[in-house]
T-cell receptor, first 117, second 115 residues
Framework: AQTVTQSQPEMSVQEAETVTLSCTYDTSESDYYLFWYKQPPSRQMILVIRQEAYKQQNATENRFSVNFQKAAKSFSLKISDSQLGDAAMYFC??????????????FGTGTLLAVQP | DAGVIQSPRHEVTEMGQEVTLRCKPISGHDYLFWYRQTMMRGLELLIYFNNNVPIDDSGMPEDRFSAKMPNASFSTLKIQPSEPRDSAVYFCARGRQWTSSEPQYFGPGTRLLVL
């Protein structure tokens, strides 16, 4: 079974600085998708960024980018120019691309990010 | 806006009562998911539907939980009878075919407290 591990329960960053959140996963599959979701205090789950495993190029969305290392099964999230609104819980998630009964997201335990003014 | 409406947003009930959570996804998505989030267990999938048919309900904790999707724009999650350990935030999410990287889009959640 696939698992997702986020080893940093909490992180802190100064406003305007850069922070990297770690995520590792375990799978025997070669084709899958990876996601980062943000959950602010409102509890809404918001998609931050996604990555297809077959793509070597790291995904980027404005100030958010990932470092995807397939061989190492690592999928870290980098937030540049951190803003107060980035303060939230961040979840890494895995989804198989093989279909069938594996269309569910498997989540890590989350990293709580604090942004200091 | 994730295109998923959940109601109620907050629910407080007493142990033993029936609780019904509702989800209205916008049309055009084949998949509908119910998740539960607790401090102890994190985010866990309870059940998901494809074209209104339940596909995987292995995450449903016990017989007290049931879910239905009578049409593409409406789903319910029912707990009967409710227990204090059911207190959690329940999310509904929509998605398309699994062959793409299109993510699941989550509703705002229902915060359930069972006293």
């Amino acid at each position: 079974a696939q698992t997702v591990t986020q080893s940093q329960p909490e992180m802190s960053v100064q406003e305007a600085e850069t922070v990297t959140l770690s995520c590792t996963y375990d799978t025997s599959e070669s084709d899958y998708y990876l996601f980062w979701y943000k959950q602010p205090p409102s509890r809404q789950m918001i998609l931050v960024i996604r990555q297809e495993a077959y793509k070597q190029q790291n995904a980027t969305e404005n100030r958010f980018s990932v470092n995807f290392q397939k061989a190492a099964k690592s999928f870290s999230l980098k937030i540049s120019d951190s803003q107060l609104g980035d303060a939230a819980m961040y979840f890494c998630a895995y989804r198989s691309a093989s279909g069938g009964a594996t269309n569910k997201l498997i989540f890590g335990t989350g990293t709580l990010l604090a942004v200091q003014p | 806006d994730a295109g998923v409406i959940q109601s109620p947003r907050h629910e407080v009930t007493e142990m033993g009562q029936e609780v019904t959570l509702r989800c209205k996804p916008i049309s055009g998505h084949d998949y509908l998911f119910w998740y539960r989030q607790t401090m102890m267990r994190g985010l866990e999938l309870l059940i998901y539907f494809n074209n209104n048919v339940p596909i995987d309900d292995s995450g449903m904790p016990e017989d007290r939980f049931s879910a239905k999707m009578p049409n593409a724009s409406f789903s319910t999650l029912k707990i009967q009878p409710s227990e204090p350990r059911d207190s959690a935030v329940y999310f509904c999410a929509r998605g398309r075919q699994w062959t793409s990287s299109e993510p699941q889009y989550f509703g705002p959640g229902t915060r359930l407290l069972v006293l």
